[in-house]
């Protein structure tokens, strides 16, 4: 016989929290990477350690809504509706379309890619370049934390077992004029787990880099993102120079280390890692998107 | 049923049951007194066992091994190689040493890892690259053959040629993927066990359990369960399985049920044997071929199984399609310490031709002439003796299935748009390429008539509905339709009075195994003979029976020792045409379009057979470019589909097809073979058109991102 398991769906966001507070759960958005990490073999049902806590329904996590320029997105906001939601960018759409398959879209959360903090979530790199911030609440009050911050390793994130990530929030990501790719290279088109993930981000001004951001995922145990490699190319003139091409190229040639795996090597992820980034800074001009 | 055309598409006789989910498969059923089965498998890949120790077990649980099995502990299929229970020697990690049994799954687990076995562990043999470096150690070679040209002759052929073009060509792994794990259940009764499940062939079953069960032939019973997906995964594998449940059932007098979940199946299962194949070809000036020389060496895994068989078709197929001049092949299946080998859609042909199609699309190259107008040059003709010394003695459509699929791709206009197109864009490369091939349809050489010797049986009832009696597996092919279509067309009689219930040894003969294209060929063939007959005496209301035997078509006879003979009753035919779009910063392969043409004798159902295209070219084009298993330390490394990555709909893209009639006298309405031709053309086809977008040639399938990349 399975054994009984302890499980809290509470009609408000303060009723979690307040149980949160008092015990430590396994919490649940959508179930698509709870129920996949704690699977047993066929015919036994997923062994929990502790007990589970439901917040895929709470209203207070689903919101998604503009405060002047930036964006602020429902933790529990299904990929599905965020697809739907005329307030999230082209670039973010995109990357959510690369994700699994329609079954798991409707169920995974964006809150949920950030919490399980894998190295390939295929979110991250765009998130990362967004300088997405989190708003944790507990019952103490809330947290700003940027996403940097927040993860830390291979399924690890800095939150505290009484809180819950409310919100992400993309600051400024509703001005005009930054050029934004995405690209995430899978073994297949469809519930394929990341051997390589990019995001660039780039604003020019007057023909001259005036922001400029990019993250690696699947390359490394955490995304892969430096602000300062990103500073020597502010300034430059568009289209940039082959040698300034260069100097970011071999400044991340040092800082990407991949890993051989089951879905690939670690000399394809470098190169294609590096690959997307010379693409994306060769590129002649950037149309705003 | 009266079709003015047998080929229009009729409702699957099983669709309702399968598309409202109601339908049980095995793991979907319970049966009184039924205890589950768990595999304790080896965790080294060679080695002695020294010791067992068995935790205590909780009432009603127990471990079933060799000493139990009542007969030879040998699974029962060509030679005596392969365990039921390992309790000596272990050749691959994941070999069946115990099963465990008993009530709860989640307490066996629990069991499964209190076992403890200690072990000699010896130097293992992990890849094919080690086995052929030491194929002439005692037990390394499996099986081997040679025929075709003296090597003398070649020899002074090749001193008087222009050129000598060597190449050493190497396929993978590929796991079959059907939508349903492994699973067998052995029901105990008094007087028989009773064994159902997933397969493709009842009576190798059968003689299995008679084998490890040492019993008579009216004391075990093996009933097909609705079978999701096979491809060859289900031809031998199950056998063991089977002996499992049925050993087990004897032993504890209950019930046992043994079910794969999906990772398991992957680490475990039969796969296609990964290849290296070598030509050595001589050509003179103009690049006409003189000689050919090919080696074909399979990875066997650790047990023989159905090794040498795929081998023989590996061999029969190393020249592709074509008239080669003194041609001489060999081949080897040697052992590894890895998962054992075994059938799978195509049995060595997908190998023979990737590797074919690709030499000659090189050869061609490098004498700088189109591949297809090369490839046609050599194209065999009816009349045409075949490698081994047998003939093409049907007439053969290649001719106008090029043409026709040349002209349905605009093949002309393409090659020149993609290479203005390659010119203009920095990042993503466009090719076409095509694949000529075929299949020998049915049991190598004499099989079916020395070996398999197929009995079909119709049931007439009181009622005047027609039962088929016959062995064969609907695995999701559709033979339940298209077999009982021919019955029904040739007896006059509404489609839905033709009843094909699941095969049960007690109630049928052995019509043979669900394998080799030849179920609608060779069964379909008695069976419409069988309807015909019954027609003849057909009497209103009375029960009435028919039996029908095969008959062997008039060949030149096959001889296996000298390899010489017609090797196939007839050959089905393809021609392949695909356009890629390869990304040159990811290495990432998109199809752009897919053109296929078939010759298959007649078409028994439409629609089946555009599943059988689809689904075929589908799993064959992935071969060559998507699905990618490996083996580290003989530990296979993917074992989630989505490592392994098969094809989604969102990578196929729809298949423009069409299918020529070429009646063949000896099959149901002319029908051939068709469920293994549909995938070999695909590898070769897409390895040609990557080729084509990068101007470069390749080696190797699957033609992986990771390889792309490494050649850019």
Not at chain 2, 195 to 205: A, F, K, P
Not at chain 2, 418 to 429: E, G, M, V
Request: charged content about 25%; hydrophobic content about 40%; overall charge negative.
């Amino acid at each position: 016989m399975a054994e009984k398991i302890t499980a809290y769906r509470f009609d408000r966001l303060d009723q979690t929290l307040s149980q949160l507070n008092k015990e430590n759960c396994s919490i649940i958005a959508g179930g698509t990477d709870v129920m996949v990490l704690h699977k047993s073999r066929r015919g036994v049902p997923p062994k929990i350690p502790n007990p589970v806590i439901f917040i895929d329904h709470l209203s207070e996590l689903k919101r998604v809504y503009q405060n002047q320029k930036d964006l602020h997105i429902g933790a529990c906001c299904t990929y599905s509706e965020l697809l739907e939601d005329p307030l999230i960018p082209l670039p973010l759409k995109n990357a959510i379309k690369t994700i699994a398959a329609p079954a798991i879209r409707n169920r995974g959360t964006l809150g949920g890619n950030i919490c399980n903090a894998s190295p390939a979530g295929d979110t991250l790199p765009l998130l990362y370049v967004y300088n997405a911030k989190l708003l944790l609440r507990s019952v103490n009050g809330d947290r700003v934390v940027a996403i940097s911050d927040f993860i830390q390793g291979v399924r690890r994130v800095g939150r505290q077992h009484n809180e819950i990530l409310v919100e992400i929030i993309l600051p400024s990501v509703l001005e005009e004029g930054s050029h934004v790719v995405f690209e995430k290279v899978g073994n297949r088109n469809a519930d394929a787990i990341a051997k390589v993930g990019f995001a660039g981000l780039i604003r020019v001004n007057d023909s001259r880099v005036e922001d400029v951001r990019f993250a690696f995922g699947a390359v490394g145990p955490t995304m892969v993102r430096s602000v300062d490699i990103e500073k020597k190319l502010l300034g430059k003139p568009i289209p940039l120079a082959d040698s300034d091409v260069a100097e970011v190229v071999a400044a991340f040639d040092k800082i990407i280390r991949p890993i051989d795996d089951q879905r690939s090597t670690a000399i394809y992820r470098k190169k294609v890692a590096l690959n997307l980034l010379r693409y994306f800074l060769s590129s002649k001009q950037y149309q705003p998107n | 049923m009266n079709l003015k055309d047998i080929s229009t598409s009729v409702p699957k006789k099983d669709h309702s049951g399968k598309v409202s989910g109601q339908l049980a498969y095995i793991s979907d059923v319970k049966v009184e007194n039924m205890v589950y089965g768990v595999l304790v498998r080896s965790p080294i890949a060679y080695g002695k066992i020294k010791s067992i120790q068995l935790p205590n077990f909780p009432e009603g649980y127990e471990a079933v091994g060799a000493e139990q099995i009542p007969g030879p502990n040998v699974v029962k299929i060509i030679q005596e190689d392969q365990p039921i229970f390992a309790n000596e020697w272990v050749n691959y990690i994941g070999e069946p040493i115990l099963m465990l049994v008993g009530k709860e799954l989640d307490i066996l687990y629990r069991l499964l890892n209190e076992v403890k076995i200690e072990f000699d562990e010896l130097q293992a043999i992990y890849t094919l690259d080690d086995a052929i470096q030491q194929k002439s150690a005692p037990g390394v070679t499996m099986a081997s053959y040679e025929f075709g040209e003296n090597l003398d002759v070649i020899s002074t052929i090749e001193q008087g040629a222009h050129k000598i073009i060597e190449e050493e060509y190497s396929t993978g792994y590929q796991e079959h993927v059907y939508l349903e794990p492994q699973g067998m259940l052995g029901i105990y009764k008094d007087d028989e066990i009773v064994v159902q499940g997933s397969m493709q062939c009842l009576y190798y079953i059968k003689n299995a359990l008679i084998s490890a069960l040492a019993c008579g032939d009216d004391e075990v019973r093996v009933v097909q369960s609705p079978t999701g997906g096979g491809f060859g995964g289900k031809e031998e594998f199950p056998s063991m399985m089977a002996c499992h449940v049925a050993v087990a059932a004897n032993a504890v007098k209950k019930s046992v049920m043994l079910v794969f979940d999906r990772s398991e199946d992957m680490v475990v299962t039969t796969k296609r044997h990964p290849a290296k194949i070598k030509y050595r070809t001589a050509i003179d000036e103009e690049g006409n071929i003189l000689s050919m020389c090919v080696d074909v060496f399979l990875d066997g895994g650790a047990n023989a199984g159905l090794s040498s068989v795929v081998l023989q078709r590996a061999l029969l197929n190393s020249a592709g399609v074509y008239k080669i001049p003194h041609f001489h092949a060999k081949g080897y299946v040697l052992k590894t310490n890895t998962v054992p080998n075994g059938a799978f859609r195509g049995f060595g042909a997908p190998q023979s031709f990737a590797g074919i199609e690709s030499h000659i699309g090189h050869i061609s190259k490098l004498s700088k002439l189109d591949p297809l107008d090369y490839k046609r040059k050599y194209l065999v003709k009816q009349g045409d003796p075949t490698i081994t010394k047998g003939q093409f003695r049907d007439p053969i459509l290649m001719e106008d299935m090029i043409e026709d699929l040349l002209n349905a791709s605009d093949f002309k206009s393409k090659k020149g748009e993609f290479q203005r197109f390659n010119q203009q864009n920095l990042r993503y490369k466009k090719g076409i390429g095509t694949s000529l091939f075929l299949h020998g349809c049915g049991f190598t050489g004499s099989g079916e008539r020395d070996h398999i010797k197929a009995t079909v049986k119709l049931v007439k009832s009181r009622d005047d509905k027609v039962l088929l009696k016959i062995s064969n597996s609907d695995m999701g092919q559709g033979i339940y339709t298209t077999l009982s279509k021919i019955v029904a067309q040739a007896l006059d009689l509404p489609f839905d009075r033709v009843l094909y219930p699941d095969p049960d040894t007690k109630e049928v003969p052995d019509s043979g195994p669900t394998v080799a294209s030849r179920t609608t060929m060779i069964v379909g063939k008695l069976l419409e003979r069988a309807a015909k007959k019954l027609k003849a005496q057909w009497q209103p209301g009375v029960e009435q029976e028919v039996v029908e035997n095969y008959v062997h078509r008039e060949m030149i006879p096959w001889d296996e020792k000298t390899f010489t003979g017609d090797a196939y009753p007839a050959y089905s035919w393809g021609v392949n045409i695909v356009e890629v779009e390869v990304d040159t910063l990811t290495g990432n392969v998109k199809l752009e379009k897919v053109y296929a043409n078939y010759e298959v004798g007649k078409v028994i159902d439409d629609r089946i057979m555009k599943g059988q295209i689809d689904g075929g070219l589908a799993q064959g084009l992935a071969y060559g470019y998507l699905e990618k298993m490996t083996s580290k330390e003989g530990r296979i490394q993917q074992k989630s589909i989505s490592d392994y990555g098969p094809p989604t709909s969102m990578d196929v893209v729809s298949i423009e097809s069409k299918v020529f009639d070429n009646p063949y006298a000896d099959g149901p309405y002319g029908a051939k073979g068709a469920g293994e031709l549909t995938l070999i053309g695909g590898a070769p086809a897409v390895q040609a058109a990557i080729e084509d977008a990068l101007q470069t040639s390749f080696q190797q399938i699957p033609i992986t991102p990771e390889v792309i990349i490494e050649s850019l």
